[in-house]
């Protein structure tokens, strides 16, 4: 049986993308978004839950998030979760969890971290970019005339009738 691993997060940047391009070409931008929930515990106090989410970007997706995330900006993440082990430089076996986005998309309107917004998608590699920083943007498909199906009673031809 195939399993389904997909991660969708909302949330904010705890700082700038950390970005480094690769010497075969390929990108890659890496940084964390917070998640934070609040409810009332049984004695009626409000309590604020923060988790903290290390996400990846790679590609077109990175060169995106280097152009336009900044700290505190709201992004909506789709991906998948990824473990990780390394080594730290004490030398101490470490274990992670990320998640390597596959679609980005900034939510909200301008602010003071950022006064752009864009969407990306890792599939295609478009993005939507604000109308204030020109960007190649994909076009949208055209919905085709609708064609006269019903000629005039008194046209002997009709052809006055078609919309082309």
Do not use: C
């Amino acid at each position: 049986m195939a399993g389904v691993n997909k991660v969708i997060l909302l949330g904010n940047l705890g700082s700038d993308p950390e970005v480094r391009h690769l010497e075969n070409g390929s990108v890659v931008a890496r940084f964390n978004i917070a998640t934070s929930e609040s409810y009332t515990n049984r004695s009626g106090e409000r309590v604020e839950q923060t988790e903290w989410h290390r996400i990846e970007l790679w590609d077109n997706l990175a060169k995106v998030a280097e152009q336009y995330l900044r700290k505190g900006n709201t992004v909506y993440i789709e991906g998948k979760l990824r473990s990780e082990n390394w080594v730290d430089k004490e030398g101490k076996q470490r274990e992670g969890k990320t998640v390597r986005a596959n679609t980005m998309q900034l939510v909200g309107g301008r602010n003071s971290a950022n006064d752009a917004a864009g969407e990306a998608s890792g599939g295609d590699g478009g993005y939507s970019a604000p109308a204030s920083r020109p960007a190649p943007v994909p076009a949208a498909p055209k919905t085709p005339a609708p064609i006269a199906t019903e000629m005039s009673a008194g046209s002997d031809s009709g052809a006055d009738d078609l919309p082309f």
